[in-house]
């Protein structure tokens, strides 16, 4: 199996858990954890691990110039991006949060052709248009599903598209640091970073979590978010990012409504219909057009 094929899976395997993550995460809050203290709980939890991996793992020295990018990285994809995600999926529904998540290849595109100079071509133009209406069609006409947990719809849609843009700075940001380091290396200090940086707004939520009282429900939940969540999903974004541009990377984004979709189909929460068998078509042929890869035509002397 050859390196881009792998990144594909990796990329594919961690929108399939920020996918299901959405109905996961939701039914935890705030009834058993608050939002933000999800976050610290997802933060510690992460750090943790990486750190724990890391053990085995060669040393590696960060660069002082590196210094500045990582911490705005961190900013940006271990603190606002999850503070404003978990608020705004408590507030509002898992649906609308799908409708937020397909906007952060848009903010990609933009970024990595300003700061990266990475190059677009109608093809993908053309896919990441598809894509859009594809998860556009799928979240705003396929959902069958009343939910009753969304006390300000609107706020939280407003902390979704921020953390939407967040999320698309920060695998811009990240990316030329995955040529330089291991994957591990970035995780575990930018993780190391995101619990300092989240500590003062987490710290009270997450003391008021009765952990004793706590239902295997909720558990398993939590466990999900941080194991599966937060530890897999940026270990294999990061993988993904060391092959694969950040466009592409962005646009697996669109695949997160209808996996939502499917998981509630599978545990008999939601049915297919015309629509979603109709915007499923667009968002595959979507995410297909943005991840061929460019060829550069070579010219005869």
């Known amino acids: 199996m050859n390196n ?9 395997t961690a929108t399939s858990i920020y996918g299901i993550n ?6 935890v809050m705030p009834h058993y954890i608050g939002a ?11 750090t943790l691990l990486f750190w724990g991996i890391s053990i085995w793992r060669p040393k590696e020295r960060i660069d002082k110039k590196d210094y500045p990018r990582i911490f705005f990285a961190a900013l940006l994809g271990m603190c606002i991006n999850m503070l404003m995600f978990f608020k705004g999926l408590q507030l509002s529904t898992p649906i609308n949060s799908g409708v937020m998540v397909t906007l952060t290849p848009i903010f990609i595109l933009i970024l990595s ?8 071509t109608n093809k993908k133009y053309i896919g990441i248009t598809l894509g859009f209406i594809g998860a556009l069609l799928l979240v ?3 959902n ?3 939910v009753q947990n969304a006390p300000n719809v609107r706020l939280g849609n407003i ?8 999320y698309g700075s920060y695998l811009v940001l990240v990316k030329p640091l995955t040529s330089k380091y291991s994957t591990i290396t970035l995780m575990k200090w930018m993780f190391l970073l995101g619990v300092f940086l989240t500590f003062p707004v987490t710290l009270s939520e997450f003391r008021a979590v009765e952990w004793q009282a706590l239902p295997f429900d909720a558990i398993w939940r939590m466990g999900f978010v941080i194991i599966g969540t937060t530890f897999l999903t940026y270990l294999l974004n990061v993988y993904a990012l060391k092959t694969l541009p950040a466009t592409t990377i962005g646009a697996f984004t669109y695949l997160q409504p209808l996996i939502t979709i499917l998981y509630a189909i599978i545990t008999g929460n939601d049915r297919l219909d015309g629509i979603k068998i109709m915007a499923c078509i667009l968002v595959f042929l979507g995410v297909y057009l943005v991840s061929q890869k460019i060829k550069v035509k070579q010219i005869k002397s």
């Not at 881009?4 to 594919?12: C, N, Q």
């Not at 959405?22 to 039914?27: D, G």
């Not at 052709?113 to 677009?120: G, P, S, W, Y």
């Open 4 to 12: 881009r094929l792998l990144a594909l899976l990796a990329a594919f």
């Open 22 to 27: 959405h109905t996961v995460a939701k039914e």
């Open 36 to 46: 933000y203290g999800f976050i610290m709980l997802r933060v510690v939890g992460a």
């Open 113 to 120: 052709a300003i700061f990266l100079r990475e190059k677009m």
């Open 140 to 142: 705003l006409y396929g």
């Open 144 to 146: 069958t599903l009343q």
């Open 159 to 166: 902390m979704m598209l921020i953390n939407s843009t967040c």
